[in-house]
T-cell receptor, first 112, second 111 residues
Framework: NAGVTQTPKFRVLKTGQSMTLLCAQD?????MYWYRQDPGMGLRLIHY???????AKGEVPDGYNVSRLKKQNFLLGLESAAPSQTSVYFC???????????FGPGTRLTVL | EDKVVQSPLSLVVHEGDTVTLNCSYE??????LLWYKQEKKAPTFLFML????IEKKSGRLSSILDKKELFSILNITATQTGDSAIYLC???????????FGTGTRLQVTL
């Protein structure tokens, strides 16, 4: 049981480049989430999904897109990276309801 | 706008001390409150609190929720260097079980 995995672990982009972060979970969870963590800001929700084929905006969705084509995967895309998107990105999943979210190990993204 | 505030922002204690971390919240559609510990990487789950006044306990850690006054505390007794971490408080809101996080308390335990 790998839990929640994220790829890549690190990435450096130049302003304007695009990339996709992949999150995968093997716990058969319905709900998946993308957060970013910045110093002094805590974790903030970017987008989330309550099931395969569904997505919704979180607190800070601008500049990001997501897709949930398969239940086990949740992709986060940056179409045109900006330095303000330099952050650590965490994916999480849960069974929903009042159950806790399980987090992946994070992706450290730097945009120059 | 949903808000979760943690205090203190950071704390340095000696091994063996007892610490209390605070979390207050103002949210709509409260469902539960979670505590996580974050060392170098992903946050790891500590407690979930849904009812007022019922203490959750795990070893030297304990937590309680007050839904009337809208706060929770996390206590750590007989601290050890391995307790050094950022402690995150998060509130579950809405039917999609979204988490609203506080900024965290950075705890450093010294010898």
């Amino acid at each position: 049981n790998a839990g929640v995995t994220q790829t890549p672990k690190f990435r450096v982009l130049k302003t304007g480049q695009s990339m996709t972060l992949l999150c995968a979970q093997d716990m058969n969870h319905e709900y998946m989430y993308w957060y970013r963590q910045d110093p002094g800001m805590g974790l903030r929700l970017i987008h989330y999904s309550v099931g395969e084929g569904t997505t919704a905006k979180g607190e800070v969705p601008d500049g990001y897109n997501v897709s949930r084509l398969k239940k086990q995967n949740f992709l986060l895309g940056l179409e045109s990276a900006a330095p303000s998107q330099t952050s650590v990105y965490f994916c999480a999943s849960s069974s929903g309801g009042l159950l806790e979210q399980f987090f992946g190990p994070g992706t450290r993204l730097t945009v120059l | 706008e949903d808000k979760v505030v943690q205090s203190p922002l950071s704390l340095v204690v000696h091994e063996g001390d007892t610490v209390t971390l605070n979390c207050s919240y103002e949210v709509t559609n409260f469902r539960s409150l979670l505590w996580y510990k974050q060392e170098k990487k992903a946050p790891t789950f500590l407690f979930m609190l849904t009812s007022s006044g019922i203490e959750k306990k795990s070893g030297r850690l304990s937590s309680i929720l007050d839904k009337k006054e809208l706060f929770s505390i996390l206590n750590i007794t007989a601290t050890q260097t391995g307790d050094s971490a950022i402690y995150l408080c998060a509130v579950v809101v809405g039917t999609a079980s979204k988490l609203t996080f506080g900024t965290g308390t950075r705890l450093q335990v010294t010898l």
